[in-house]
């Protein structure tokens, strides 16, 4: 299992994938940039509908209190960003995944049949599809992640068990979307293992970017070696 994670990471100088991480990493920080900026110039709009107030409260202290207030607002955006980066960087990730198992299809396992994806938008949806999921799933949970924010081992715990059962599902029927109906296997296998290892390589700082590539390379390695057996 660990070595489907290692012999994607030794992949991940492809040109495929790189193009995949390069393009997700600059999407990823303009979109915080864009929701920086708008957070900013929301912050100013609301300042100035209180304005007269607020120069009834702080007089000429308003300018100091109006840029104080945007530095806060910036700052909590950026916090929030902090903690969603991972997950906003594997969404546009997933918008690449497709080229990320055809690279590591051709260079490992090119005698296996393999199956085109169906259109353009398959990548998109997948994304969309995994994001929605993963926010919907984790907001379910909310109630025991936060009560596992005071029994630390069990939070974290919790975290990549769930998140793990997510993305082994979602990743491997994605995987065995791509394998030919007459060579599926019955029943079909599961990726549960790969899932929470993913998940916890998600909570790792800047390894966390490459979470998702690794996952799906690790899901075709394990299936392909099913395949052979």
Not at 82 to 111: E, M
Not at 176 to 205: D, T
């Amino acid at each position: 299992m660990f070595i489907s994670f290692l012999q994607t990471f030794r992949q991940v100088n492809d040109p495929k994938i790189l193009k995949a991480l390069g393009f997700a990493t600059l999407f990823s920080l303009l979109s915080i940039f864009l929701a920086l900026t708008a957070g900013v110039a929301l912050m100013d709009n609301v300042l100035d509908l209180f304005s007269s107030s607020l120069q009834s409260w702080f007089g000429r202290g308003e300018s100091w209190f109006r840029g104080f207030a945007q530095f806060l607002g910036g700052s909590l955006i950026l916090v929030i960003a902090y903690f969603l980066f991972a997950g906003i960087h594997g969404a546009f990730v997933g918008i690449f995944i497709d080229d990320i198992l055809d690279a590591v299809h051709k260079k490992h396992y090119p005698d296996i049949p393999w199956q085109n994806s169906p259109s353009s938008n398959h990548s998109i949806l997948f994304s969309g599809r995994i994001l929605l999921l993963t926010v919907i799933l984790n907001l379910v949970a909310s109630p025991l992640l936060i009560l596992g924010w005071f029994i630390p081992p069990l939070g974290l715990s919790l975290q990549i068990i769930l998140n793990g059962f997510l993305l082994g599902k979602e990743y491997g029927q994605l995987v065995e979307f791509r394998i030919p109906k007459n060579h599926s296997l019955s029943p079909p296998p599961k990726y549960f293992l790969n899932g929470m290892i993913a998940a916890f390589i998600w909570i790792v700082p800047f390894l966390n970017l490459l979470a998702p590539i690794l996952l799906a390379g690790s899901v075709l390695h394990t299936r392909a070696r099913l395949q052979k057996h």
